[in-house]
């Protein structure tokens, strides 16, 4: 099933690069001062974090694990290790989101790739053909005012410019969490193939996404 | 094709983790000895730190984001797959005994259940933070170390994405009356004290630790015997581990 673009109402897309660099600098400047004050322990900067993250992580870890409840409990654990280990992050080699975002997914892999759950899941794809797009979910009202729609616009968009096969692997890869020889099994294609599948996307994806890795929400 | 090509074509799928867990685990075995392959990993990482972006966003039901803070507070949450079995218990408490009695019961089950939960959610996290510093350790370090009689080892294990290291000590005594091991970075500005370590022949000492908030990089770390109370900038103790990372 090939990606669509959610509709883009009130796209918040710049109207020039003075803008777009006036409100990188804002939200820079927002995520020091966030940072700053989860390392003071400031409990209503955790609140601000938990507030503008949630929608972002729990899509993550829904899209992957297929159930809310265990969705939500990933989301904790990563959270909860913000929370603790904030002082330990190092602003110089990421995000605070894109931390969070790592974490998130990482925890969600490590619970799929319980040999229990990996099957469920495996069954669950074969019986249904798939779990759908993750990205192509019902889109609110007020969605394009979400703070991070601007990012999430800018990936849909590197994503949607992948060729249908090369799509189709990397939501199955990166979104649903699948080995390689998952993925040819479910594709009935080559392992090789997947590979290969892969390795394009990822270039693309990379080259695609390098404009906006120093964004911030 | 060289060995080496295999990691160089696998680099990303490292990255993503589509790799089977047999082959992650090879990929991270070799990139401690690899820079070329940490530094291509570290940037890869950063070039698709927002794909995860990709996803559409899931409200949140009313209530979780209140819940969630709650629970990194560490004031434990309520999970909606405990409250299915608490439910069910209080049904058959209602069906067994008094209405009132069985409510408060029920109650009481709920928030034992939560809290225990919660605290267990939050031990899990933080055990699964500090094993991921192992697997993603860049590189690992090892020192001998001789006490008296006794024989032990200084080990760190360095997550260069996190900057973050783990650090064990093990097989050494605890030192003279008065005095404590100390733990210290060494950066190319010089010494930087960091934390007393509690030895124990038969009681590794395990640390997690974050570079340090002083200029300077980071070069290595080295443990000494200093007296209690000190707060000299630099080492004036007996040096019993010297390692360069």
């Known amino acids: 099933m090939a990606p669509t673009s959610p509709p883009l109402r009130g796209s918040p897309e710049p109207s020039g690069p003075g803008d777009e660099r006036d409100r990188r600098l804002l939200t820079v400047a927002r995520e020091a001062s966030l940072q700053a004050r989860l390392i003071a322990r400031d409990e209503q900067a955790l609140a601000e974090l938990v507030e503008v993250a949630t929608p972002w992580l729990l899509g993550v870890a829904q899209a992957m694990l297929s159930d809310r409840d265990e969705a939500e409990e990933v989301v904790q654990e990563a959270l909860t290790i913000v929370w603790r280990r904030v002082d330990l992050f190092d602003q110089e080699s990421g995000r605070l989101l894109p931390w969070l975002l790592r974490i998130t997914r990482n925890r969600a892999i490590d619970r799929l790739r319980s040999a229990r759950r990996h099957l469920q899941k495996a069954r669950r794809l074969v019986a249904h053909g798939g779990l759908g797009d993750p990205w192509t979910s019902a889109v609110e009202p007020d969605e394009s005012a979400r703070p991070g729609w601007h990012v999430h616009e800018a990936v849909h968009a590197a994503l949607r410019s992948l060729p249908e096969e090369q799509r189709e692997v ?33 270039d693309k994806l990379r080259a695609g996404l390098d404009s906006i890795r120093d964004w911030v929400l | ?131 991921d510093i192992f697997r993603q350790a860049a590189m690992v370090r090892h020192a001998t170390i001789t006490m008296g009689e006794k024989k032990g080892g200084l080990v760190i294990f360095a997550d260069e994405r996190t900057h973050r290291w783990n650090v064990v000590v093990y097989g050494l005594p605890a030192p003279d009356p008065g005095h404590v091991c100390q733990f210290w970075f ?34 290595g770390a080295a443990l000494t015997v200093e007296a209690a109370g000190s707060s000299s900038p630099g080492p004036q103790g007996a040096e019993l581990a010297h390692v360069m990372m």
């Open chain 2, 1 to 131: 094709m060289t060995a080496h090509d295999w990691f160089i074509e696998h680099r990303t799928a490292f990255v993503i983790r589509t790799l089977p867990p047999d082959e992650e685990r090879n990929f991270a075995e070799h990139l401690p000895g690899c820079a070329e392959c940490r530094e291509e990993v570290a940037r890869i990482e950063r070039e698709l730190a927002w794909l995860p972006m990709g996803v559409a966003p899931v409200s949140p039901r009313p209530g979780l984001t209140r819940e969630l803070v709650q629970g990194a507070l560490g004031r434990s949450r309520t999970s909606g797959r405990w409250m299915v079995p608490a439910a069910l218990a209080a049904s058959v408490a209602l069906a067994a005994g008094a209405w009132i009695w069985a409510v408060a019961q029920v109650r009481g089950f709920e928030r034992v259940v939560r809290q225990e939960h919660g605290r267990l959610t939050q031990e899990l996290a933080m055990a699964r933070d500090t094993l």
């Open chain 1, 170 to 202: 990397v939501r199955l890869a990166y979104f649903e969490g699948l080995t390689h020889s998952e993925i040819a099994s479910q594709l009935e294609i080559p392992l090789g193939t997947v590979k290969t599948r892969l390795r394009l996307a990822f």
């Open chain 2, 186 to 219: 060494i950066t190319d500005n010089g010494m930087v004290r960091s934390v007393e370590v509690k030895t124990g022949v038969n009681t590794p000492a395990f640390l997690t630790l974050g570079m340090p908030n002083a200029p300077g990089r980071v070069m």
